[in-house]
């Protein structure tokens, strides 16, 4: 059963950076798209933040565009995401996705919130 598991949430003040992980239960190799998502207060829908497709560069949502980014440690089994200049409005519930042998498969997510 292939299981994800975020951790690295919590409370930040504004400006300040947090580096969520995620770690995956199958071998990183197998996976076709690896990708952050957020679902803010309020919303009921999960915006994107940033992924990986096998083979290719990362992408950002504009909203976060050089202060987040998206990488992944094959040696750990992970998917970090690092967050910087961190804003009120990055406050969301953050949740790793994958896309492994046309599965897609979903953590539970890890809260951040940014606020002084």
């Known amino acids: 059963q292939v299981q994800l598991v975020e951790s690295g949430g919590g409370l930040v003040q504004p400006g300040g950076s947090l580096r969520l992980s995620c770690t995956v239960s199958i071998n990183m190799f197998s996976l076709e798209y690896m990708g952050w998502y957020r679902r803010t207060p309020g919303k009921s829908a999960r915006e994107l933040v940033a992924?990986?497709?096998?083979?290719?560069?990362?992408n950002s949502a504009d909203s976060v565009k050089g202060r987040f980014t998206i990488s992944t440690d094959d040696s750990e089994n992970t998917i970090n995401l690092q967050m910087s200049n961190l804003k009120p409005a990055d406050t969301a519930i953050y949740y790793c996705?994958?896309?492994?042998?046309?599965?897609?498969?979903w953590g539970q997510g890890t809260q951040v919130t940014v606020s002084s």
């Open positions: 992924s990986i497709f096998s083979g290719c560069q990362p």
């Open positions: 996705n994958i896309l492994s042998r046309r599965t897609n498969y």
